[in-house]
């Protein structure tokens, strides 16, 4: 069984490698790189924890030494239920390390022309009508009918959707 652990700010990696050190399995859950992020840049660099301040971990079998988790440089508390540490089932973090393993969906290809629905920002939900995606992945170019003219306009190709 898994347990969680409550850990000071930007904790997680000093924690995980103290733990780790003394026979404790460490679980920190991070989301992939945005997109069009070079290896080894700073934004590359930068940790996406999934659950921040917190790390899940698993002790061996016949562990005693509860003490070694509880007063670990940098942590808070751990998560327990009438002063015994609550347990996380296995499944719960295979199926988290089964939904962050998985590539993040790619968003429909829209064509030329086509009508799209703007789901998110100031145009939401404003008909739109693709025109084009541009150099980088998540941008592309629509056009809108906005005072009476139409105008083209460069949204996150995210936050659209085709037209019903």
């Not at 490698?17 to 080894?40: D, M, N, Q, S, W």
Request: proline share 10%; aromatic share 8%; hydrophobic share 45%.
């Amino acid at each position: 069984m898994w347990h969680v652990a409550h850990v000071h700010p930007n904790h997680e990696a000093q924690v995980a490698k103290f733990l780790a050190l003394h026979a404790v399995e460490i679980y920190c859950p991070r989301f992939a790189a945005p997109a069009g992020t070079r290896p080894g840049s700073v934004r590359d660099g930068r940790p996406r924890w999934v659950f921040p301040g917190y790390l899940f971990f698993k002790v061996p079998m016949g562990f005693a030494r509860w003490d070694l988790v509880q007063w670990a440089p940098g942590v808070r508390r751990v998560l327990s239920d009438d002063g015994t540490p609550s347990p996380v089932s296995d499944a719960v973090v295979a199926r988290l390390r089964t939904r962050l393993a998985q590539p993040a969906g790619r968003r429909p290809a829209f064509r030329r022309g086509q009508p799209v629905v703007i789901e998110r920002g100031p145009l939401a939900m404003v008909d739109a009508i693709f025109d084009r995606e541009l150099n980088t992945s998540e941008r592309v170019q629509v056009l809108v009918q906005l005072l009476g003219r139409p105008m083209t306009v460069v949204v996150d190709a995210a936050i659209l959707r085709p037209a019903s």
